[in-house]
């Protein structure tokens, strides 16, 4: 029985309801089995959105031998497959690119979990979806239960096939619809029996194994409460759960059963709706796994990955006790672990990992996951560390011995005992571990340590005979001890050394989020990350910064040796990788499944959205970063990625603000000249119209008074619109200075005989205390510095005040000074009294009101003289307006 799908017209609605951030819908058709019929009612759904007017595509059908499923497909429009050539095969593969460049609203992908042929894009198919969804392409497509990854060992104890083809559960979480094709396992074998899944040869193939009723009502169980799963789940984050906050802690392996261990984790927090963190615990062994062992393990670490564990590295030769201190630091409340099945010691048998964790951590609930994995030599792979032979050190240990002997016959001089002699060989043997490299001195000084003690203080002296029947035992235990002395100093040494490794590693970390908080532009980010990566991993990088929509500006090299030749990192094709990284914002390049093929590995920098930038690492000739490095460089290039976010926030802000800036200066422009220059128009247009209709009529006195009203408001006008054009110039940056050396008593001049004809009413004076007191200045905006701050005192004092223009010289400043003594400026006017559009509460002699642009306008001239400008109050009474210019001196010889 087959589950009824939507109708049509919803279908159709769900498609064309495109998601916030532009990406596409997924539709998973799911079932337990080949043959229950995911194709034929994806293509069924298909034609019936189709024939609502959508545009539908069929990007890849699997070629089924089945004609009813297949008679589905006409009528749809079928991409042409990409044929690829291996091994003299033509092989068919969903064309990738086509269907990019095509951009249906829905298209069709059978087999979702199916390997690409080598040669294509991606390694696997799903992760062709996934770029389609992100390209805003919505898709339909098929998969089996036995696909998802973490069922994949528990659909292999059922039916004891191993599924190779495999497909991450998150991406099956994640897709909008997942539609259950289900139909009773006594049905789908009818369908089997009557060659309608398989032909002849692969279905009693398939019947023998794979399609027997116990397996098929087994996974047909699985399939469904894995959707149930899957509904409960999207409940939850709907409802912002929490859930009972657990916190599951594996451990990393190239054990062949950590698989097993990792899905089973996976599945636990799933259940109690947690987390899981996968732990690495790395030493010296875990450095040195060669072959399988180093390939299980990084297969164990992308699996977590996949599963979405959260990856963290420890460094110690301790497994158990670095896990249980990590544990216990980070709050985990449960740890699984896989039962050991690796041909252990006989002669000299350890305490088992279980055993360690349940004593160092017993607060904490310990899973254990049985291995009916084949037993393996755990360290069957391990690159022995080799002899190096080194004549200095080799010397160094002699001279050791040589110095404990000394030491020892003094000792024997003075009557010690023998056992005081066989310390000093203990500490010969301890300091050459220290001194020297490599466990073979260590050896090579404990062996000699015996002979020679034999050789000099046992009797008979000076022969490696003994006749003390219990020197043999002193022998043994001497050498024991040396060995197990120079094993704990060769571990102590390691221990310090990767402990220094760790230290310079998170040096690095930290300095880089210090130093990438200080830079000021993207140049200097990416410059100085590309350094830490360049000293972290001893390898050319290479990066490629943001230049528009889609695209890159050329990568800067940043090599480890001058003069290297990097022309092979940086072809077109590997520019290609890069900008595909860039546009969907994904890691590709050496070591992943996506381009495998490149010779950098490129990892997008990544903002809250988007890729802001990419970094190349080079991998060719070069060994791949191990897990501890990948994270550190991970967590670099995040703290890039914060960098440059900040920074493209920053400068996204600065011009959010100009802007701000600018419209409120148009709108208070517009707002001033709206009400202020009301007055004066109404003032002139009714004036103007007395004179018109009652010239006759009026009086000399009367006639005169009301052209000088006219001329007063018209003056005004004049003068506000000057202010506004300088104003304007300095806005858009267009006012350009014309310095010359100028003498004040004639800029004085020129001012006063420009000012406002009320200043007639007005005691004007000038101080000067030289008349060749000169400055440089541009006279025409000086000029008018003086007229404003002049007309100003006109307007705020009452007609007879004083007013003094003086100028003296201050250093090699000249300092200008406008004093009335007038009612003067409140304090707390006299910080604003620059700003633009600002008036204060005084009331005009005139009693009308100015825009608040003069004064302001006179700050913006003295600051690009260079000059400064302030206000004081003046004494007894007033104010006294000062600013500077530069001071020239008189040359008299001319």
Same mark, same amino acid.
């Given at each position: 029985?087959?589950?009824?799908?939507?109708?049509p017209?919803?279908?159709?609605?769900?498609?064309?309801?495109?998601?916030?951030?532009?990406?596409?819908?997924?539709?998973?058709? !799911?079932?337990?089995?080949?043959?229950?019929?995911?194709?034929?009612?994806?293509?069924?759904?298909?034609?019936?959105?189709?024939?609502?007017?959508?545009?539908?595509?069929?990007?890849?059908?699997?070629?089924?031998?089945?004609?009813?499923?297949?008679?589905?497909?006409?009528?749809?429009?079928?991409?042409?497959?990409?044929?690829?050539?291996?091994?003299?095969?033509?092989?068919?593969?969903?064309?990738?690119d086509?269907?990019?460049?095509?951009?249906?609203?829905?298209?069709?992908?059978?087999?979702?979990?199916?390997?690409?042929?080598?040669?294509?894009?991606?390694? @696997?198919?799903?992760?062709?979806?996934?770029?389609?969804?992100? &390209?805003?392409?919505?898709?339909?497509?098929?998969?089996?239960?036995?696909?998802?990854?973490?069922?994949?060992?528990?659909?292999? $104890?059922?039916?004891?096939?191993i599924?190779?083809?495999?497909?991450?559960? $998150?991406?099956?979480?994640?897709?909008?619809?997942?539609?259950?094709?289900?139909?009773?396992?006594?049905?789908?074998?009818?369908?089997?029996?009557?060659?309608?899944?398989?032909?002849?040869?692969?279905?009693?193939?398939?019947?023998?194994?794979? !399609?027997?009723?116990? +397996?098929?009502?087994?996974?047909?169980?699985i399939?469904?409460?894995?959707?149930?799963?899957?509904?409960?789940?999207?409940?939850?984050?709907?409802?912002n759960?929490?859930?009972?906050?657990?916190?599951?802690?594996?451990?990393?392996?190239?054990?062949?059963?950590?698989?097993?261990v990792?899905?089973?984790?996976?599945?636990?927090?799933?259940?109690?709706?947690?987390?899981f963190?996968? *732990?690495?615990?790395?030493?010296?062994?875990?450095?040195? *796994?060669?072959?399988?062992?180093?390939?299980? #393990?990084?297969?164990?670490l992308?699996?977590?990955?996949?599963?979405?564990?959260?990856?963290?590295?420890?460094?110690?030769?301790?497994?158990?006790?670095?896990?249980?201190?990590?544990?216990?630091?980070?709050?985990?409340?449960?740890?699984?672990?896989?039962?050991?099945n690796?041909?252990?010691?006989?002669?000299?048998?350890?305490? +088992?990992?279980?055993?360690?964790?349940?004593?160092?951590?017993?607060?904490?609930?310990?899973?254990?996951?049985?291995?009916?994995?084949?037993?393996?030599?755990? +360290?069957?792979?391990?690159?022995?560390?080799?002899?190096?032979?080194?004549?200095?050190?080799?010397?160094?240990?002699?001279?050791?011995?040589a110095?404990?002997?000394?030491v020892?016959?003094?000792?024997d *001089?003075?009557?010690?005992?023998?056992?005081n002699?066989?310390?000093?060989?203990?500490?010969?043997?301890?300091?050459?571990?220290?001194?020297?490299?490599?466990?073979?001195?260590?050896?090579?000084?404990?062996?000699?340590?015996?002979?020679?003690?034999?050789?000099?203080?046992?009797?008979?002296?000076?022969?490696?005979?003994?006749?003390?029947?219990?020197y043999?035992?002193?022998?043994?235990?001497?050498?024991?001890?040396?060995?197990?002395?120079?094993?704990?100093?060769?571990?102590?040494?390691?221990?310090?050394?990767?402990?220094?490794g760790?230290?310079?590693?998170?040096?690095?970390l930290?300095?880089?989020?210090?130093? *990438?908080? =200080?830079?000021?532009?993207?140049?200097?980010?990416?410059?100085?990350?590309?350094n830490?990566?360049? @000293?972290?991993?001893?390898?050319?990088v290479?990066?490629?910064?943001?230049?528009?929509?889609?695209?890159?500006?050329? &990568?800067? &090299?940043?090599?480890?040796?001058?003069?290297s030749?990097?022309?092979?990192?940086?072809?077109?094709?590997e520019?290609?990788?890069? @900008?595909?990284?860039?546009?969907?914002?994904?890691?590709?390049?050496?070591?992943?499944?996506?381009?495998?093929?490149? =010779?950098?590995?490129?990892?997008?920098?990544?903002?809250?959205?988007?890729?802001?930038?990419?970094?190349?690492?080079?991998?060719?000739?070069?060994?791949?970063?191990?897990?501890?490095?990948?994270?550190?460089?991970?967590?670099?290039?995040?703290?890039?990625?914060?960098?440059?976010? =900040?920074?493209?926030?920053?400068?996204e802000?600065?011009?959010?603000?100009?802007?701000?800036g600018?419209?409120?200066?148009?709108?208070?422009? #517009?707002?001033?000249?709206?009400?202020?220059?009301?007055?004066?128009?109404?003032?002139?247009?009714? +004036?103007?119209?007395?004179?018109?209709?009652?010239?006759?009529?009026?009086?000399?006195?009367?006639?005169?008074?009301?052209?000088?009203?006219i001329?007063?408001?018209?003056?005004?006008?004049?003068?506000?619109?000057?202010?506004?054009?300088?104003?304007?110039?300095i806005?858009?940056?267009t006012?350009h200075?014309?310095?010359?050396?100028?003498?004040?008593?004639?800029?004085?001049?020129?001012?006063?005989?420009?000012?406002?004809?009320?200043?007639?009413?007005?005691?004007?004076?000038?101080?000067?205390?030289?008349?060749?007191?000169?400055?440089?200045?541009?006279?025409?905006?000086?000029?008018?510095?003086?007229?404003?701050?002049?007309?100003?005192?006109?307007?705020?004092?009452?007609?007879?005040?004083?007013?003094?223009?003086?100028?003296?010289?201050?250093?090699? =400043?000249?300092?200008?000074?406008?004093?009335?003594?007038?009612?003067?400026?409140?304090?707390?006017?006299?910080?604003?009294?620059?700003?633009?559009?600002?008036t204060?509460?005084?009331?005009?002699?005139?009693?009308r009101?100015?825009?608040?642009?003069?004064?302001?306008?006179?700050?913006?001239?003295?600051?690009?003289?260079?000059?400064t400008?302030?206000?004081?109050?003046?004494?007894?009474?007033?104010?006294?307006?000062?600013?500077?210019?530069?001071?020239?001196?008189?040359?008299?010889?001319?």
């Amino acid at each position: 029985m087959r589950q009824d799908g939507p109708s049509p017209e919803r279908l159709l609605r769900q498609i064309r309801e495109g998601e916030p951030d532009g990406t596409g819908k997924l539709k998973i058709f !799911f079932g337990y089995a080949a043959g229950v019929g995911k194709t034929y009612a994806m293509l069924e759904a298909a034609q019936r959105i189709k024939n609502s007017g959508a545009d539908v595509v069929a990007g890849y059908i699997e070629p089924h031998a089945r004609p009813e499923t297949m008679a589905l497909a006409a009528g749809l429009e079928q991409l042409p497959p990409l044929e690829i050539s291996y091994k003299g095969i033509k092989l068919k593969e969903f064309d990738l690119d086509a269907a990019l460049k095509r951009k249906p609203e829905l298209i069709l992908i059978d087999e979702l979990a199916h390997t690409n042929a080598e040669g294509c894009r991606h390694v @696997k198919r799903y992760q062709d979806i996934e770029e389609l969804l992100r &390209a805003g392409i919505n898709v339909f497509t098929t998969v089996n239960v036995q696909h998802l990854e973490s069922l994949n060992d528990i659909v292999a $104890s059922i039916t004891g096939t191993i599924v190779t083809e495999r497909v991450p559960d $998150s991406l099956f979480d994640a897709a909008e619809q997942v539609e259950v094709i289900d139909v009773e396992p006594d049905e789908l074998l009818e369908r089997m029996a009557a060659g309608k899944i398989y032909r002849e040869a692969q279905a009693e193939q398939a019947q023998a194994h794979f !399609f027997v009723p116990k +397996n098929l009502a087994a996974l047909r169980e699985i399939a469904l409460r894995r959707t149930a799963d899957r509904l409960n789940r999207s409940a939850i984050k709907e409802g912002n759960s929490n859930g009972a906050g657990e916190h599951i802690l594996i451990c990393l392996s190239a054990a062949p059963s950590n698989a097993k261990v990792i899905r089973t984790a996976a599945r636990i927090a799933e259940a109690f709706h947690g987390t899981f963190t996968a *732990l690495l615990v790395e030493s010296d062994a875990t450095r040195e *796994l060669r072959g399988d062992n180093q390939r299980r #393990l990084r297969m164990n670490l992308r699996l977590a990955e996949q599963l979405g564990a959260k990856i963290a590295t420890v460094y110690g030769e301790d497994t158990a006790a670095q896990i249980a201190e990590y544990a216990k630091v980070s709050g985990m409340t449960k740890i699984v672990v896989g039962r050991t099945n690796h041909r252990r010691n006989r002669l000299f048998p350890k305490q +088992n990992l279980i055993d360690r964790l349940t004593e160092l951590a017993p607060n904490l609930d310990i899973y254990v996951i049985p291995d009916s994995q084949p037993a393996y030599r755990k +360290n069957r792979s391990l690159r022995k560390e080799p002899v190096s032979f080194s004549m200095i050190d080799l010397g160094k240990a002699l001279l050791t011995i040589a110095t404990a002997s000394l030491v020892g016959w003094l000792f024997d *001089l003075a009557g010690f005992s023998e056992a005081n002699i066989i310390t000093i060989y203990i500490l010969g043997i301890l300091i050459t571990a220290i001194w020297t490299r490599g466990w073979f001195y260590s050896a090579f000084s404990s062996l000699l340590s015996v002979v020679v003690f034999n050789f000099l203080f046992t009797d008979p002296r000076f022969t490696l005979r003994a006749y003390d029947t219990g020197y043999p035992v002193t022998f043994a235990i001497m050498l024991v001890a040396g060995m197990i002395t120079s094993s704990l100093a060769m571990r102590i040494k390691t221990q310090a050394r990767q402990a220094a490794g760790k230290a310079y590693r998170t040096e690095v970390l930290l300095e880089t989020s210090q130093r *990438l908080q =200080k830079a000021e532009n993207e140049k200097e980010i990416l410059d100085f990350t590309a350094n830490q990566l360049k @000293k972290l991993l001893g390898r050319p990088v290479f990066f490629y910064s943001s230049a528009g929509e889609d695209n890159l500006s050329p &990568a800067p &090299a940043y090599p480890v040796e001058r003069n290297s030749d990097l022309a092979q990192y940086l072809t077109a094709e590997e520019q290609a990788v890069a @900008k595909w990284v860039y546009k969907n914002n994904k890691h590709a390049g050496a070591t992943t499944d996506t381009f495998p093929g490149s =010779k950098c590995l490129y990892l997008a920098i990544r903002g809250k959205s988007r890729a802001l930038a990419v970094a190349g690492i080079a991998v060719e000739e070069y060994s791949v970063p191990d897990i501890f490095e990948k994270n550190l460089l991970v967590a670099i290039l995040d703290e890039c990625g914060m960098a440059l976010e =900040k920074e493209k926030l920053d400068s996204e802000k600065k011009k959010a603000e100009l802007a701000a800036g600018q419209e409120a200066l148009r709108a208070n422009l #517009l707002r001033a000249i709206s009400h202020d220059l009301r007055t004066p128009l109404t003032s002139i247009i009714g +004036n103007a119209g007395i004179l018109m209709e009652n010239e006759e009529v009026l009086n000399e006195q009367k006639r005169h008074g009301l052209y000088a009203s006219i001329y007063d408001d018209s003056m005004w006008l004049m003068n506000l619109v000057e202010n506004l054009l300088s104003v304007t110039r300095i806005e858009n940056g267009t006012m350009h200075l014309k310095m010359e050396p100028e003498l004040m008593d004639e800029v004085f001049h020129e001012a006063l005989g420009h000012l406002d004809r009320r200043s007639s009413q007005y005691s004007i004076t000038t101080v000067l205390e030289d008349d060749l007191l000169m400055a440089e200045m541009d006279v025409r905006l000086i000029v008018q510095v003086i007229i404003n701050i002049v007309n100003n005192a006109v307007k705020y004092t009452p007609p007879g005040s004083h007013i003094e223009v003086s100028a003296r010289s201050a250093g090699q =400043k000249v300092m200008v000074e406008i004093a009335d003594d007038g009612p003067g400026i409140p304090d707390h006017e006299k910080q604003h009294i620059f700003d633009m559009f600002y008036t204060a509460d005084n009331v005009r002699g005139d009693g009308r009101r100015g825009l608040g642009l003069g004064l302001s306008l006179c700050k913006s001239i003295v600051h690009a003289h260079g000059g400064t400008i302030s206000v004081r109050d003046n004494s007894p009474r007033g104010s006294v307006f000062c600013f500077t210019l530069q001071e020239v001196e008189v040359n008299t010889n001319e």
